[in-house]
């Protein structure tokens, strides 16, 4: 034995040799959502279209007061009235935002209805100001706007429909119910998916064998063909908020396949885990073993899925009331809009009825890109 | 080989069983029967109700009977070729469907080929220059794709081809072959209508394809064979050609089950914004007037084209790739 081998009687602390700078302790004591958070952001183009939804859904909150127009009024003297494009300089003079005036004619030939731009006539838009009466939220009256027509004048910047109402306002109402339908019907879809995929995957079995019979003949089916049959179900006599529910819940229905399975091979492989056991022996119960001790281990997970899922949502509404079977007016998504360029004819005389299609694209880009942002920063593997 | 399709046919019947009550359970969810309907519809129009015929129909659909015996006329029925009676028409479902299901399937596997073709040298471009800026551009044009809606892209096309030519792009055929019977040139008419339909069904289909296949293709190429192989001294190409790319072949053939929903689904709503001479208008109309044994026989057709679809996609799968076949189940 040499007696020159020191070793401390001190006991050894790991972290004297390792020991973690800030920035190193901040990162392996964050929590999941703040790692996720952090990765997120690194990804530019999913913040970006984070913040363009964040400000859709924003609008949809204060939509009476950005649509020039209440939803159903009739501007009986402009049917079918092309876009007015808004100019900032009149003969080479700066006025400030304003619309000329605008005639009317009727072409005999292609039995058209013109509205010749009347040069003379300029017409400065108001802002901040009281115009069309509206009910916010259905609660009480208000008339402020944004942004008002002029004074004896029209503003019109998307056009009107047939009945000669704002398409621009009834873009901007659409919205309020085609950006919710998503959202309330990924909800329903998350609490379907998260029951029936955790008793397939808790209990295994001949629970777990049915549920998959169930999901791959659902998988199996066309989807727009059974909504369509669905909701042609839904009775004629309900009230537009029942239907707007039934709608929802159809959708929902189809949908919550993807989340049951994620959820169902999650929980096959968790509920062998020894924490799972650990529960298992002091009592828990089932139902508290997935919702507190398995769900949250992927929970983020399954939120970003789900956020890929709402894009089809919002189609399915956007398809289903384009065909007619959906949503019936007087309540107005951007389907119900579409609705009305059903047919070719229209479209070819007065194209700016075709201009829901640029939100619901915008959106469902957004989504797409904003959702697979999502799921990468929730892939703790990456 | 034999056994393995065999056991694949087998558990087609429970599947095809779910969908079936799933279909009849849909028919019978608006209150009252067809029959009560349609009576009622005639009278209020005027027309006379011939009670004979009636009380036939009303026998041959045992619709006086309780439900699981109507399920199962229904489901004897169509195993004997009887689809059921529609109101609208006034004719058995059979005959309203015509030719139009062979239409349906005809635009779907033209569709498919379609897709395979893009996304197929697409896709590989993708995952052997990933992130390169061919990759890019190819990947937001997929998203773009994969955004819009086919019947909205439908509308588009058929307005911008009514502004800039002048012509309608609607239908299937030169309206003179409508109700011709079948000869070469109608054959050639179809041909020739065909792809714009196919297009814009496809572009989504296309889109998802695209990013799978990627996504597939990457996987493999970071295993350690390729590795191994690039060790070696393989050229780059042979690499690709010998070995990832017909593990990524397997792959394409086993997606046809998510591929034909959703080219279904498409093909329907685009056929009725194109007025296309498919199941889809019929099936809108059939919902919108309630004409039950008429949409509920399209939805079982449709669903059984999608079940057979699936089918011979996994026998060419199980010829594909002896995993599957040895192994003995197509489990994704």
């Not at chain 2, 699981?68 to 109101?87: A, E, R, T, V």
Request: charged share 15%.
């Amino acid at each position: 034995m040499s007696g020159d081998h020191f070793v401390s009687r001190e006991p050894f602390d790991p972290h004297s040799i390792e020991a973690l700078t800030p920035a190193q302790e901040k990162y392996y004591l964050a929590s999941q959502w703040k790692l996720m958070w952090w990765k997120l952001k690194r990804h530019r183009l999913a913040v970006i279209c984070g913040v363009i939804l964040a400000l859709n859904y924003a609008t949809i909150m204060v939509s009476e007061v950005i649509a020039p127009y209440n939803l159903h009024t009739r501007n009986t003297d402009f049917v079918y009235s092309p876009p007015q494009s808004v100019h900032l300089f009149h003969e080479g003079e700066f006025i400030g935002p304003f619309v000329y005036g605008r005639g009317y004619e009727l072409d005999m030939e292609l039995l058209k209805r013109n509205y010749p731009e009347n040069r003379d006539e300029v017409q400065p838009l108001r802002f901040f100001c009281q115009g069309d009466p509206y009910r916010f939220w259905g609660l009480f009256e208000a008339r402020f706007h944004l942004v008002c027509p002029p004074e004896n004048g029209t503003f019109f910047l998307l056009g009107t429909d047939r009945l000669g109402r704002d398409m621009f306002s009834r873009i901007t109402y659409g919205a309020r119910i085609s950006l919710t339908i998503g959202l309330v019907g990924i909800m329903i879809s998350f609490f379907f998916g998260i029951v029936i995929g955790g008793l397939a995957g808790y209990y295994g079995g001949w629970v777990d064998a049915s549920v998959q019979r169930l999901i791959e003949v659902i998988r199996s089916f066309p989807e727009l063909p059974l909504w369509m049959a669905l909701s042609a179900v839904l009775p004629v006599n309900w009230s537009p908020i029942f239907i707007f529910f039934g709608i929802t819940v159809i959708l929902a229905m189809l949908d919550w396949t993807g989340l049951a399975r994620a959820v169902r091979s999650k929980l096959l492989s968790l509920r062998e885990e020894d924490y799972c056991a650990a529960a298992e022996l002091m009592g828990a119960k089932p139902g508290r073993i997935i919702g507190r001790h398995l769900l949250p281990g992927f929970m983020s997970h399954l939120i970003a899925s789900a956020t890929l899922s709402v894009p089809a949502m919002i189609l399915g509404e956007t398809a289903l009331s384009f065909l007619g079977l959906g949503l019936r007016p007087p309540v107005t998504s951007w389907g119900v809009l579409l609705n009305e360029a059903q047919n070719i004819n229209v479209v070819a005389l007065y194209p700016w009825l075709l201009y829901p299609v640029v939100p619901v694209v915008l959106v469902i880009l957004t989504f797409n890109f904003f959702g697979d942002g999502l799921r990468d920063a929730a892939d703790p593997y990456k | 080989m034999l056994h393995y399709i065999l056991r694949r046919i087998l558990t087609m019947i429970p599947t095809l069983l779910i969908i079936s009550m799933l279909v009849f359970v849909i028919i019978q969810l608006p209150p009252g029967d067809y029959l009560e309907s349609h009576i009622a519809e005639l009278q209020s129009q005027g027309e006379s109700v011939d009670e004979q015929k009636i009380q036939f129909l009303r026998e041959q659909y045992g619709l006086d009977k309780p439900m699981l015996q109507q399920y199962w006329y229904w489901l004897i029925g169509m195993l004997q070729g009887d689809f059921g009676y529609s109101f609208e028409y006034d004719l058995p479902v059979t005959e309203v469907v015509g030719d139009r299901l062979f239409l349906t399937v005809l635009i779907s596997i033209a569709t498919i080929l379609f897709t395979w073709a893009v996304a197929f040298p697409i896709g590989i471009y993708s995952a052997t220059h990933q992130y390169s800026w061919g990759d890019y551009g190819l990947s937001t044009l997929g998203f773009l794709g994969l955004a819009t809606p086919n019947f909205l892209l439908a509308l588009v096309m058929l307005y911008l081809a009514n502004v800039y030519f002048g012509t309608s792009i609607g239908g299937l055929m030169d309206p003179e072959y409508i109700d011709a019977p079948w000869s070469l040139d109608k054959v050639l008419s179809i041909l020739e209508h065909l792809w714009i339909p196919v297009v814009v069904i496809g572009t989504s289909g296309t889109a998802g394809m695209i990013r799978r296949l990627r996504a597939n293709l990457l996987d493999e190429l970071q295993k350690q064979y390729v590795t191994t192989g690039r060790a070696k001294g393989l050229p780059p190409g042979k690499l690709l050609r010998k070995y990832p790319l017909r593990v990524a072949l397997n792959f394409f053939v086993a997606d046809i089950g998510n591929l034909l929903p959703t080219v279904i689904s498409g093909a329907e709503i685009v056929a009725v914004v194109m007025s296309l001479p498919t199941t889809g208008p019929i099936l809108l109309s059939a919902l919108q007037s309630q004409d039950m044994y008429l949409a509920g026989s399209f939805l079982m057709f449709l669903a059984l084209l999608t079940v057979f679809g699936v089918l011979v996609s996994d026998i060419l799968l199980a010829l594909l790739d002896p995993r599957i076949r040895l192994g003995g189940s197509a489990n994704k």
